[in-house]
Every structure is written in C-alpha cells, then in structure tokens.
C-alpha cells in the first residue's frame, strides 16, 4: 500500500494518532486472533489504511475509525491463516509459541492469557469487539456505541451475550477439568 503525499497537518495528525492510539491498536488486533508472528505486520497494515484515508477522518474521530480497521484487518488476518494451514494441510496452527521457563507464576499468567484468547476467539466478531473495549479496553457503553456506530442499547445487548456465553464456556471448562 503507497501512502499519499500528507500535509504537514495530516502528517501531524497521523503522527498523533499513531502515538496516542499504538497500545490500543496491538491489543485490538491481539485480542481479534492476529497471532503473535503477525501482530507487527498487522499493526503498520492498520496505520498505513490510516494514513492513506487520514484526510476523509473527522477530527478526533481517529480511535474509531482505527478501531473499525483493526476489526476489519483482523478478520483478514483469521482468514489468512485458516486458509494456509488448510493448504498446508497442517490443521489449526498454534499460534502461541510454548511458553519459555519462567517463574510459577508467570506461567500462570501465560496459561490465563491462552484461556483468554481461546475464550475470546470463541466469540463472533460483534460480540468480542464488545467485549475487548468494555471490558479490556474499559471503555464505557456510550464510547463503544459511539465507535462501532451503533445504538448503545445494542453494545448492551451485545455485552450481556458475550458475558452469558464466556460465562457457560468457563463453567463447562472447569466441569470438564479432572
């Protein structure tokens, strides 16, 4: 992707956003299913879609507009990799590396952070989106209404879901424990 010649003022903005909104766009594209071998190349493609559509961005509306590329980049991304390892006839690749020795409880937290992910990837995409600016992103309903563009009682709605269904999937994961 060629990025257009920017104004000072669009290189400024850019810029801005990029510093203020970089942890936010990671963790997004993290919490989506990018894997860690592809969190890098996924946060420049994000920026980059920003860069070239800066100067059609309201104002402050940045955050949002990134938010709604890194859905749309992560959803590419998922796509991407279940097509190659159908090809490679590999199956579902693990996409987190095995954890390097570490202290117990880091390795906790390891273990905590894959359940998270897994539980996460388990969700259709209106509901993890939700999820990740509500609760990890802490966010409040009208931000999330605001973002998505849509009505805040659906991002309600939408969170009660998401919460109901991670909820039956933790139960049933620790039913299932020996």
Same mark, same amino acid.
């Given at each position: 992707?060629?990025?257009?010649?920017?104004?000072?003022?669009?290189?400024?903005?850019?810029?801005?956003?990029?510093? +203020?909104?970089?942890?936010?766009?990671? #963790?997004? %594209?993290?919490? =989506?299913?990018? $894997?860690?071998? @592809?969190?890098?190349? /996924?946060?420049?493609?994000?920026?980059?879609?920003?860069?070239?559509?800066?100067?059609?961005?309201?104002?402050?509306?940045?955050?949002?507009?990134?938010?709604?590329?890194?859905?749309?980049?992560?959803?590419?991304?998922?796509?991407?990799?279940?097509?190659?390892?159908?090809?490679?006839?590999?199956?579902?690749?693990?996409?987190?590396?095995?954890?390097?020795?570490?202290?117990?409880?880091? +390795?906790?937290?390891?273990?905590?952070? #894959?359940? %998270?992910?897994? =539980?996460?990837? $388990?969700?259709? @995409?209106?509901?993890? /989106?939700?999820?990740?600016?509500?609760?990890?992103?802490?966010?409040?309903?009208?931000?999330?209404?605001?973002?998505?563009?849509?009505?805040?009682?659906?991002?309600?709605?939408?969170?009660?879901?998401?919460?109901?269904?991670?909820?039956?999937?933790?139960?049933?994961?620790?039913?299932?424990?020996?």
């Amino acid at each position: 992707m060629t990025v257009p010649d920017l104004t000072v003022a669009e290189r400024a903005r850019l810029k801005g956003a990029t510093v +203020a909104h970089y942890d936010f766009v990671w #963790r997004g %594209l993290r919490r =989506l299913g990018v $894997s860690p071998n @592809d969190i890098s190349d /996924a946060t420049q493609e994000v920026f980059a879609v920003l860069a070239s559509k800066i100067g059609n961005v309201a104002q402050g509306a940045e955050k949002s507009y990134l938010f709604q590329t890194v859905t749309r980049v992560a959803a590419n991304y998922r796509r991407r990799r279940t097509r190659l390892s159908a090809e490679s006839g590999e199956g579902d690749l693990d996409v987190h590396p095995d954890p390097q020795p570490t202290p117990e409880s880091l +390795a906790d937290m390891s273990g905590r952070l #894959r359940m %998270l992910d897994a =539980l996460l990837a $388990s969700l259709p @995409d209106e509901l993890r /989106a939700v999820v990740i600016l509500c609760e990890l992103e802490s966010m409040t309903l009208a931000e999330v209404a605001a973002m998505l563009d849509i009505p805040q009682g659906t991002v309600a709605s939408r969170l009660r879901r998401a919460r109901a269904l991670l909820t039956a999937a933790i139960s049933k994961s620790r039913n299932d424990e020996p």
